[in-house]
């Protein structure tokens, strides 16, 4: 079992600035990637970003530019860097932990962008 505790999320100008963390802790084994997801009201859940441990990265096309991923292994932790916010960004943003066979999430933190 792999538990996911996000946190960072808020109200937010457009323009401004939010940083997410994802803590994990139980069962993290090796070769596995974490990400970021968002699901905005009356949408479908959508890819944000994802890092592999061994940090590589990939971002959805909406987000290149503006959002960083980044890790820190030692901590189980996964970030996620939010700059220069849209209000298109408005949506419950969820950690993903998978490897082969399996995946977990988060209950979602929320991100308001005001315009």
């Known amino acids: 079992q792999v538990q996911l505790v996000e946190s960072g999320g808020g109200l937010v100008q457009a323009g401004g600035s939010l940083r997410l963390s994802c803590a994990a802790s139980g069962s993290i084994g090796s070769m596995n990637i974490m990400g970021w997801y968002r699901q905005a009201p009356g949408k479908q859940r959508e890819f944000v970003a994802i890092?592999?441990?061994?940090?590589?990265?990939n971002y959805a096309d909406s987000v290149k530019g503006r959002f960083t991923i980044s890790r820190d292994n030692a901590k189980k932790t996964v970030y996620l860097q939010m700059n220069s916010l849209e209000p298109e960004d408005t949506a419950v943003y969820y950690c993903n932990y998978r490897r082969i066979g399996y995946q977990y999430w988060g209950q979602g933190t929320q991100v308001t962008v005001s315009s």
């Open positions: 890092i592999s441990d061994s940090g590589s990265t």
